[in-house]
């Protein structure tokens, strides 16, 4: 019986835009931005910030050397908020529904700080609440200083909320990152971005 339900942000609860947030990062002259970003995981400074090696304000720092001027927190926010299409009300309204049903909801994300600069602000759903208002834990990977699909998140958030793998049911668009929670004995469930993904939760919490 599946009791908890691990959420990831970008392409399930979050639609990703990831054409404009290309179009962003150029826009502040980063050139050769698809070398840099990916739908799924970073890398480069991008990767060193979402999985804490670096801070906001080293990235935003690093970034401006690239594109040859001096970036503001705000610049740097608005190209990272690209990725944000957005974020659909039968989302947030299935959210609450299940937290009623009694289901644990758990938010396990690669993200960073410009990104929560906005998710944990009222800004999140429209001027209302935040993440934290939708789920009972949140797992961000620059907070742990580790990203999806490393195996150690997972078992971080299964030993951290002292919940059963075969009780829990993982739901990412990433393929990568639900085979990696499957080697761990998580149910799991592979929409893909932006779809209306609520039918087959549903199907498999018998519902």
Partial sequence: MIKN????????????????????????????????????????IFGDLEEGKISADDFRVELGRLVGRELSFDE????????RKEVPQRNLETLRDLR?????????????????????????????????DYFDSLYLSYKLK???????????????EKIKPEE???????????????????NTLCPQNGSDWRGGLYDVLGL
Wanted: hydrophobic share 40%.
């Fill in 5 to 44: 339900l691990i959420f990831d942000l970008g392409g399930v609860i979050m639609t990703i835009d990831h054409d404009e947030a290309l179009r962003r990062f150029k826009a502040l002259g980063l050139a050769d931005a698809e070398r840099h970003l990916d739908p799924y995981t970073q890398t480069g």
């Fill in 76 to 83: 740097c926010k608005h190209a990272w908020l690209g990725y």
């Fill in 100 to 132: 009623s049903k009694g289901y644990r909801l758990i938010l396990l994300s690669n993200t960073n700080p410009y990104m929560m600069s906005w998710g944990l602000s009222k800004d999140f759903d429209g001027g209302k609440a935040s993440l934290e």
């Fill in 168 to 186: 829990s049911l993982f739901i990412d668009d990433g393929p990568r990152n639900v085979e990696a929670a499957r080697r761990l004995g998580l």
């Fill in 146 to 160: 580790v990203m999806k699909p490393d195996l150690t998140f997972f078992k971080t958030v299964v030993e951290n």
